[in-house]
């Protein structure tokens, strides 16, 4: 069965960085594009970041340039380097894999507040 597991969220002033990471299991990884997306309350979840199989990724605008996706292959992982936090980014992560599917994790909170 799919498992998709976050960690890594908390609480971070504006101007400071956070690393989350997605434990996945179930699902053939290494052959497998991996996404972040967010989601705020009322709103549509949005794309963060993706990555392919082979490593090309892909931003959402809001992000490009602050945040970073990686993949570890040998420990079935996708991580998502945030730097330069701002207020609005404050939102619930979650980690996400397109098979015949969507599957997504539980989700993790990300506060950035002063």
């Known amino acids: 069965q799919v498992q998709l597991v976050e960690s890594g969220g908390g609480l971070v002033q504006p101007g400071q960085s956070l690393r989350l990471s997605c434990a996945a299991s179930?699902?053939?990884?290494?052959?497998?594009?991996m996404g972040w997306y967010r989601q705020t309350p009322g709103k549509q979840r949005e794309l963060v970041a993706t990555i392919s199989s082979d490593s090309n990724t892909n931003y959402g605008d809001s992000v490009k340039g602050r945040f970073t996706i990686s993949r570890d292959n040998a420990r079935n992982t996708v991580s998502l380097q945030m730097n330069s936090l701002k207020p609005e980014d404050t939102a619930v992560y979650y980690c996400n894999v397109k098979l015949v599917r969507n599957y997504w994790g539980q989700g993790t909170q990300v506060t950035v507040s002063s």
């Open positions: 179930g699902i053939p990884f290494r052959f497998s594009a």
